[in-house]
């Protein structure tokens, strides 16, 4: 499945980045979100997914974070997750950057991992950020106001037009630029500014490897491409250098 040359250099390598999307939580069956049967499939981005949408329905934008958050609620980490946490212990320098908002990677043992944008668990105020600290029942639909000044309560994901945390998005390019192994995990690479992640790798020298069981935008722009769910390719990864997960 992996190149000699990435399993003989794996283990010698300094720094190592794992960037991962929707695709590697497909396993534990949280929808993707350009997959066929995808979450935007249904409903499209800017109405759900931004300050617009929310400013113009947020009842219907609440309850599909509570939706997701159902979903989330009943899924557990999966074998592509474990593999990850298990080669950030193994190995010293080991990066994590995540658009993913579901957090099974702290959930499968990960640490310092980087979220580009956001988390769907937390929550604040759309109107004071103050953050909304009672407990929130994920089966009822009503959405809660602040209790400092009565705003509307938010999830604390990036929507589209938000800029993403800069220390995040900062981090995440320092990494990149300076990796020698990046893998691209999950994504389709269409979300900007994380797209250009696996590119800056690449110009940085890195040797960058796809793991996707389709092709996306960035395939023809990277070292070695694995058609192989995550959940299947990176425990596999870890047997051929010898690790068992
Ligand atoms: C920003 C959180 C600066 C919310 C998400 C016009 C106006 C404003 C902005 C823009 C604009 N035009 C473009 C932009 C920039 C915009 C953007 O990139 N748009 C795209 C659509 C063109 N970006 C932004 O707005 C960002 N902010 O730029 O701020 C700014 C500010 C103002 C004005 C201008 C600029 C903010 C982006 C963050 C949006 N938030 N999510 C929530 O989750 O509800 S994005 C959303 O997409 C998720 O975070 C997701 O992670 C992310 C990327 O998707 P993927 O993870 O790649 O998932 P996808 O389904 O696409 O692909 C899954 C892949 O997995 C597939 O390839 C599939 O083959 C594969 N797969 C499936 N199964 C498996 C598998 N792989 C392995 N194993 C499997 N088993
Ligand atoms: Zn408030």
Not at 58 to 86: C, M, T
Request: charged share 20%; net charge negative.
């Amino acid at each position: 499945m992996f190149s000699d040359y990435l399993i003989d250099f794996l283990p010698r390598a300094r720094t190592i980045v794992f960037f991962t999307g929707a695709g590697i939580s497909a396993e534990s069956g949280i929808a993707t979100f350009r997959d066929k049967d995808g979450l935007w499939s249904k409903f499209s981005p800017t109405e759900l997914a931004s300050v617009e949408g929310f400013m113009s329905n947020p009842q219907r934008v609440w309850e599909w974070y509570q939706h997701r958050r159902q979903v989330l609620d009943k899924a557990s980490p999966n074998p592509g997750h474990f593999a990850i946490s298990k080669m950030q212990e193994l190995f010293p320098n080991v990066d994590l950057i995540t658009q993913n908002v579901d957090r099974l990677h702290q959930q499968a043992g990960s640490k310092d991992v980087i979220e580009l944008h956001g988390n769907i668990i937390t929550n604040r105020c759309f109107e004071c950020s103050t953050p909304y600290t009672a407990e929130i029942d994920i089966n009822s639909n009503n959405l809660p106001n602040c209790q400092k000044c009565g705003g509307k309560i938010r999830p604390d994901v990036v929507w589209f037009g938000e800029m993403l945390p800069a220390d995040a998005i900062t981090k995440a390019q320092e990494v990149s630029e300076m990796c020698e192994i990046f893998f691209t995990i999950g994504t389709s690479a269409e979300v900007y500014p994380a797209a250009n992640l696996p590119l800056l790798a690449k110009q940085g020298g890195a040797y960058v490897v796809e793991i996707n069981p389709h092709k996306t935008q960035i395939s023809d722009k990277v070292d070695e491409c694995i058609r192989e769910l995550s959940g299947v390719a990176l425990p596999e990864l870890l047997n051929q250098i010898g690790v068992k997960l």
